[in-house]
């Protein structure tokens, strides 16, 4: 039974993306390509390794073990290329970070761009998740770092601060909610949203808080960015939930109203988490440094 490293990570992929389709694009392979590499691992091993469905994809059980070790092979030989790198005239190596919707878009591109120019060998790989789904993932050691919402439970994780922002209203300056102060989530559900594509992971958090209200999110429209959010926000076409510090941004330049949300959930306290800081291989290690910093 011989699997290599593509299989691995290929395997790896369709189980987080709970589709072959879905991890073969991940893994920038073609899809025939992805399902005969399948097919051959189940052949080779003589047990299905994923039972399928209409919903996707799932592991079997000879498939969660192989998951298991997968990881930890792809996680060692990382670590060998980064140590053997030393010798080949500087380290070199890739870490993989999961982020929230607001660690992504408000605060990331900044924190990253100063650790990426100091570390020219190193390439990020920086997805999008949701905060409890990041958890899991880290913990697993499907991914070196994530960035999650304080509120998450962590479990076992390391964790460290990384920053602070609350989730606001947005609305057009003449709607009746600009002159309020402060509103809660389950009042704003009255109204049409203006919000993110359905795979951000806010989008789908603020469709089961509204779920948990019994309450339908009416979206009108759905944007790829926070910024694009707000011109449509602007213009009358709904409302719209988006950080604060984006919303004091955009207040710049378009006439908006900005009213605070009431609910607990509204304040994001944003952590950094990891499995151990002992385990981490050194550039992920020196990345915690610098989002710390």
């Not at 369709?14 to 189940?42: D, F, K, N, P, Q």
């Not at 390794?49 to 592991?59: E, K, M």
């Not at 910024?227 to 950080?243: H, I, T, W």
Request: proline share 3%; hydrophobic share 45%; charged share 25%.
């Amino acid at each position: 039974m011989r699997y290599d490293l593509t299989d691995l990570r290929l395997f790896c992929e369709i189980v987080e993306a709970g589709s072959i389709t879905g991890g073969a694009e991940r893994s920038a392979l073609a899809l025939a390509a992805a399902s005969t590499r399948i097919r051959r691992m189940e052949e080779a091993l003589g047990a299905a390794l994923l039972t399928r469905s209409r919903q996707g994809v799932a592991p079997t059980e000879a498939g969660r073990t192989l998951l298991k070790h997968a990881r930890t092979i792809l996680a060692q030989s990382a670590r060998l290329k980064e140590d053997l790198g030393a010798f080949a005239g500087g380290l070199s190596g890739e870490v993989r970070l999961l982020a929230n919707t607001n660690a992504l878009t408000e605060f990331l591109p900044e924190a990253l761009s100063s650790f990426l120019a100091g570390h020219p060998q190193v390439s990020v790989d920086l997805e999008e998740r949701l905060s409890d789904e990041i958890v899991g993932l880290v913990a697993e050691g499907a991914a070196d770092i994530g960035i999650v919402a304080g509120t998450v439970d962590v479990g076992a994780l390391a964790t460290y601060p990384f920053r602070s922002d609350r989730f606001v209203v947005v609305t057009a300056a003449d709607h009746p909610l600009a002159t309020r102060g402060r509103v809660g989530f389950a009042e704003v559900l009255d109204g049409e949203f203006v919000g993110l594509e359905r795979s951000s992971s806010l989008q789908r958090f603020l469709a089961a808080r509204a779920a948990r209200e019994g309450r339908p999110l009416r979206l009108r429209v759905q944007l790829r960015s926070f910024d694009a959010v707000c011109r449509l926000v602007e213009c009358g076409v709904g409302v719209g939930v988006v950080p604060e510090t984006t919303a004091r941004r955009a207040v710049r330049t378009m006439n908006l109203g900005v009213v605070e949300l009431a609910d607990d959930w509204a304040v994001r306290e944003l952590k950094i988490v990891v499995r151990a800081e002992a385990e981490l291989r050194p550039y992920a290690r020196q990345l915690v440094d610098s989002l710390r910093a």
